[in-house]
């Protein structure tokens, strides 16, 4: 069965600290899609990155960088020098291709709280 | 363009009462989705419909009722609302192309807060 991790409910840190949200998946399929999602206080849902199976490469895009390792399970995402407009919930997802990749499956999201 | 809308943004409801919450997109995605999030949870899928005419149940669907008569719509219907609806619901929409998923990502509505007492 397909699950996402999030274990850390809520992190704060204080504004230039960098911070790294952890995502641990399980799937059966050899063929999935991973994704982040933000949701800033206004409550919709922001794309931020998707992630196929067979792409470990990892990816910077400005402050932003996620560590994808089939090894582990993981797909971390990670703020460098974290702003107050980084204050959001932030969601990782999965879809797979058993299931329809267009189903995605959320963990219970990370709750950021970025202070001045 | 206006991506994947919802309404309305608020509503709250008696017990016993149903209600249609309403979700159209302007982008001729061939696949939409309802999602509810409980507090403190993740989404939830509730429905999905891969095209007009076809619809499916998700992990949640009991208490709900979708259609998908056209491509652009998909209303989410609650015929009997009970406390354990209150929730904010989205609708989704994605689309495949080349006939893969490769590329694809899911759009968001901004979502419907719903509550039932």
């Known amino acids: 069965a397909q699950k996402v991790t999030q274990a850390q409910t809520e992190i704060s840190v204080v504004e230039k600290e960098d911070v790294t949200l952890d995502c641990v998946y399980e799937?059966?399929?050899?063929?999935?899609?991973l994704f982040w999602y933000k949701q800033p206080p206004s409550g919709e849902l922001v794309f931020l990155i998707r992630?196929?199976?067979?792409?470990?490469q990892n990816e910077i895009s400005g402050r932003y960088s996620w560590n994808f390792q089939k090894s582990t399970s993981s797909f971390n995402f990670t703020i460098t020098a974290s702003q107050v407009v980084d204050s959001a919930v932030y969601f990782c997802?999965?879809?797979?291709?058993?299931?329809?990749?267009?189903?995605?499956?959320f963990g219970t999201g990370t709750r950021l709280l970025v202070s001045p | 363009n206006a991506g994947v809308t919802q309404t309305p943004k608020f509503r709250i409801l008696k017990i016993g009462q149903s209600m249609t919450l309403q979700c159209t997109q302007d982008?001729?995605?061939?696949?939409m989705y309802w999602y509810r999030q409980d507090p403190g949870m993740g989404l939830k899928l509730i429905y999905y419909?891969?095209?007009?005419?076809?619809?499916d149940k998700g992990e949640v669907p009991n208490g709900y009722n979708v259609s998908r008569s056209t491509t652009e719509d998909f209303p989410l219907r609650l015929e009997l609302a009970a406390p354990s609806q209150t929730s904010v619901y989205f609708c989704?929409?994605?689309?495949?192309?080349?006939?893969?998923?490769?590329?694809?990502?899911?759009?968001f509505g901004q979502g419907t807060r719903l509550t039932v007492v």
């Open positions: 989704a929409s994605s689309s495949e192309i080349g006939g893969r998923f490769r590329d694809t990502e899911a759009f």
């Open positions: 799937t059966r399929d050899t063929t999935y899609y």
């Open positions: 992630r196929n199976s067979f792409d470990e």
């Open positions: 997802a999965l879809s797979e291709a058993n299931t329809g990749f267009q189903k995605l499956v």
């Open positions: 982008m001729n995605h061939n696949y």
């Open positions: 419909s891969v095209g007009a005419g076809i619809t």
